[in-house]
Structure formats: C-alpha cells, structure tokens
C-alpha cells in the first residue's frame, strides 16, 4: 500500500532521524553526536509524493529494516523509536 511523501517524512520526524536537505531531504539516524551511517532520502519530485512498495522496499533497505512490512510498521506507528533503535543496536550501528 503506497505512502505519501508527507506522511512519512512527519514519521522519520518523530521518530528521531535529523533532516539535512541538499538536492534530496535526507533523513539520517546519529547516536548521540556520531552519525551512524543509516539514513534515507526522500525526493521532492512531483512523481514522489507517493511512494509505492518498490520505494518502500528500497527504503527499508536503506534503514536496515528486514521488510517493508517493518518500514511501514515504523511509518504507520505500532514501532516505537526505541523498538527500532533496538533493531540498528543488534545490527551494530548503535553503541
């Protein structure tokens, strides 16, 4: 099921992640002070306000998320940033 832009751009805002804009809206995940490496970008073509599951999958990829079904489970809300700061912690990108 598509996603708009917005909704979650307003996820990645409230789940922690820090914006930096360049061309793209770059959405990266620190440690404290330290830049983890995991981030995602959302681009601010008009062909992207939605983006479907083949984004989505590209996406979860990028955040280190096993699914799309996960990544949408971080959008939509029933994962917490703690729960999914749990998921980078055993892979090893948080201290």
């Given at each position: 099921m598509p996603r708009s832009r917005s909704r979650i751009e307003k996820?990645?805002?409230?789940k922690g992640f820090q914006l930096e804009e360049t061309h793209h809206r770059y959405w990266k995940v620190f440690d404290g002070e330290?830049?983890?490496g995991v981030y995602?970008?959302?681009?601010?073509?008009?062909g992207?306000?939605?983006y479907d599951d083949?984004?989505?999958s590209r996406m979860a990829k990028q955040l280190k998320l096993?699914?799309?079904k996960e990544l949408c489970d971080l959008i939509d809300c029933p994962m917490d940033e703690n729960a999914y700061?749990?998921?980078l912690a055993a892979k090893g990108f948080l201290k």
């Amino acid at each position: 099921m598509p996603r708009s832009r917005s909704r979650i751009e307003k996820s990645l805002s409230k789940k922690g992640f820090q914006l930096e804009e360049t061309h793209h809206r770059y959405w990266k995940v620190f440690d404290g002070e330290r830049y983890t490496g995991v981030y995602t970008f959302i681009s601010t073509g008009s062909g992207y306000k939605d983006y479907d599951d083949s984004l989505l999958s590209r996406m979860a990829k990028q955040l280190k998320l096993g699914s799309r079904k996960e990544l949408c489970d971080l959008i939509d809300c029933p994962m917490d940033e703690n729960a999914y700061r749990e998921i980078l912690a055993a892979k090893g990108f948080l201290k």
